[in-house]
């Protein structure tokens, strides 16, 4: 099974369509993931700009070395608490999803590998029903620059 970007170390760019569900129309975003190993783990830093927005949201994430075909994940944020998840590898996909965190957040995110990186889709749920839904690109940054 081929190695998929969440765990190797490196520098990731992204870009894509978000859309809120109380708001109308799509807005643009743009992402960078830094990511390290760490013993048994790799600990990225994952940054969100959506454009027109006043400030960049940062999301830590801490994927497990996968076994069997499958991980464990925890995203945290200056926004929500810690959430714990799932994830599982195909040879051509990685996914993971976070369930049963009613009251905080539940969704998953689906990366499939293209030529040059991945095509994205993620969809995410809020306490009150509000839907957030990203579809994207992302790509391997080409010089590495840990400048943030």
């Known amino acids: 099974m081929n190695r998929h970007f969440i765990f190797e170390e490196g520098f ?6 978000i859309e809120f569900s109380m708001l109308p129309g799509k807005l643009n975003f743009y992402m960078r993931w830094r990511l390290r190993r760490d013993k048994d783990k790799i ?10 927005g006043a400030e960049s949201l940062e999301n830590k994430i ?11 994940v925890s995203l945290e944020n200056a926004v929500m ?15 993971w999803e976070f ?22 889709k993620a969809e995410y749920v809020s306490p009150d029903q509000v839907k957030t839904t990203i579809c994207g690109k992302i790509w391997r940054q ?5 400048d943030y």
């Open 12 to 17: 990731w760019l992204g870009k894509g369509e």
């Open 43 to 52: 600990e990225s830093i994952q940054e969100i700009e959506i454009e027109g």
């Open 142 to 146: 080409q010089e590495e620059k840990d």
């Open 99 to 120: 369930k049963g965190n009613e009251e905080l957040l539940e969704g998953f995110e689906v990366y499939r590998r293209q030529d040059e990186g991945y095509i994205m």
């Open 62 to 72: 801490i994927f497990s070395a996968p076994q069997s075909g499958c991980f464990r």
């Open 81 to 95: 608490q810690r959430l714990e998840g799932s994830g599982v590898i195909e040879e051509d996909s990685v996914a």
